[in-house]
């Protein structure tokens, strides 16, 4: 199976992809993620891409495309995959489809996460996560069960977003809604689109997507 989380900043894409990962199998591609490490590893490339980041703008739709494009070729994409926070623009998305078609694959749904622009700064503001395996957490609505230790992995090392301030997500909301929502339209011509209410919280929203997986 072969998944899109759309969504704004904050709506949740990287909490439900990771319970997805668990539930089916599915492997979460994170372009997210993968910036974000190759910004820790120092690459010309992550150095550049953690400037943008840090304004809250779009990288380059090139480097995206070439990320997922040699991404989704790995042995751990062969059971599926989510995309989590890709395709990001109408280029980003006709670039997919023509390298699924090249394979001979296709997506089977476009899951949109309906989140009012007013709760996100407050969720981003608040998101934590675990350094060692990335298990999001909140400071108000989602602490571990033991302060300070991962439910997941049992680490103690937790850590911040450079980006997740309350300047540079008002810039993500603005690329979001000038640069990604178009491609909702586009995924919605070719029947593909989903919706969900990304406003109930964490289980509802994993029950109402494990709902549309099942009518596929
Ligand atoms: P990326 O890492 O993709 O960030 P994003 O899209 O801005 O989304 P987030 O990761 O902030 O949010 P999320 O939807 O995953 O929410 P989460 O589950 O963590 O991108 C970062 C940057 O990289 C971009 O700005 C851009 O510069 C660049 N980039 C990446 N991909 C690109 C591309 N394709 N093209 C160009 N540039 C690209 O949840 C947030 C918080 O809310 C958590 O604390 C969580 O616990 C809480 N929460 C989650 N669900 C709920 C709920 N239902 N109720 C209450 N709280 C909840």
Redesign the pocket.
């Known amino acids: 199976m072969k998944l899109i989380l759309l969504?704004p900043?904050?709506?949740?894409?990287?909490?439900q992809a990771k319970r997805l990962e668990e539930s089916r199998g599915l492997k979460q591609l994170?372009?997210?993620?993968m910036?974000r490490a190759g910004a820790e590893a120092g690459t010309a490339l992550g150095r550049e891409a953690d400037r943008?980041?840090k304004a809250?703008?779009?990288?380059p739709d090139g480097i995206?495309i070439d990320m997922i494009a040699e991404r989704i070729d790995k042995p751990d994409c062969q059971r599926g995959f989510i995309l989590?926070?890709?395709?990001?623009t109408v280029p980003?998305a006709e670039a997919l489809d023509a390298m699924l078609a090249k394979r001979g694959q296709k997506l089977d749904a476009v899951i949109e996460m309906l989140v009012n622009d007013a709760v996100l700064v407050d969720?981003?503001a608040?998101?934590f996560s675990c350094a060692k395996c990335g298990a999001?957490?909140?400071d108000n609505?989602?602490q571990p069960k033991v302060a300070g230790v991962c439910d997941v992995c049992g680490s103690k090392d937790f850590k911040r977003r450079p980006?997740d301030n309350a300047e540079t997500v008002r810039a993500?909301l603005q690329?979001y809604h000038q640069q990604t929502a178009p491609i909702i339209p586009y995924y919605k011509i070719k029947g593909l689109l989903r919706q969900v209410d990304?406003m109930?919280?964490?289980d509802a929203?994993t029950r109402q997507i494990e709902a549309v997986l099942e009518d596929l």
């Open positions: 969504g900043p904050g709506a949740g894409k990287g909490t994170s372009t997210g993620d910036l943008i980041m809250g703008k779009l990288v995206m989590d926070g890709f395709p990001r980003q969720r981003i608040g998101r999001v957490y909140h609505t989602k980006d993500r690329a990304g109930a919280d964490v929203v």
